[in-house]
């Protein structure tokens, strides 16, 4: 069964220390990673979109990379206005484009 | 990016009644779009497949009867909620992917439509 884990559940952070968040996914083949930033509320935002092991995007303070079995959101010197939940999702080659969630990455960076 | 709508934002209603949500593709046309629900502090919970011109594909365990999509054109799609009852209170959010079927697409999302059934 094609799973998403997300890990940590919840991260308080100061501001300025860098740390990264995992998403780990079992799937049957994968068609692309995404991430997205949800703020209370709101609907996500997205962020990155990965396909394949090696790549790397960046924007900001923000850094996504990919392998085989998981990907990484690295946050630099993050400011609190980074804290939100962090989402990962996955497609597979099922022949839909149905998403796969995990179950989110809560992040607060405290000033 | 492209831009996701959807209207209302929150609604408030009685038990018993119906609820219509639209969500709109604001600068791009969506074959498909992806109805989601979201309790607090958890993640989102695909609840169908919107297909216009055809009919819905819901997960398994979302009842068809109870929450009704219509995807009109290629820029709408709605979700009616029928007679309404507290347990169907939740965050409702709606996405769309923008290029072709089959294709690599990220799915942009709306505001989402929160829901509250006195």
């Known amino acids: 069964e094609d799973q998403v884990t997300q890990s940590p559940e919840a991260l308080r952070l100061q501001e300025g220390e860098s740390s990264s968040l995992n998403c780990s996914y079992t799937?049957?083949?994968?068609?692309?990673l995404f991430w997205y930033r949800q703020d209370p509320g709101k609907g996500p935002e997205f962020l990155f979109t990965?396909?394949?092991a090696g790549e790397e995007k960046e924007k900001e303070r923000l850094k996504a990379t990919l392998t085989k079995k998981e990907s990484f959101l690295h946050i630099t010197a993050p400011k609190p206005e980074d804290s939100a939940t962090y989402l990962c999702a996955v497609q597979t080659t099922s022949g839909t484009y149905k998403y796969i969630f995990g179950t989110g990455t809560r992040l607060k960076v405290l000033a | 990016g492209a831009v996701v709508s959807q209207h209302p934002s929150w609604v408030i209603c009685k038990s018993g009644t119906s609820v219509k949500i639209e969500c709109r593709s604001l600068d791009f046309q969506a074959t498909t779009m992806f109805w989601y629900r979201q309790f607090p502090k958890q993640s989102l919970m695909l609840m169908a497949t919107s297909n216009e011109g055809s009919k819905a594909t819901y997960e398994q365990g979302v009842e068809k009867d109870k929450f009704l999509i219509n995807h009109a054109s290629l820029t709408l799609s709605t979700l009616t909620v029928t007679s309404a009852h507290p347990e169907d209170s939740s965050f409702y959010i709606c996405?769309?992917?923008?290029?072709?079927?089959?294709?690599?697409?990220?799915?942009?999302f709306g505001p989402g439509t929160r829901l509250t059934v006195l």
């Open positions: 996405s769309a992917p923008t290029g072709l079927a089959g294709a690599y697409n990220e799915q942009f």
């Open positions: 799937v049957s083949g994968l068609r692309g």
């Open positions: 990965l396909y394949s």
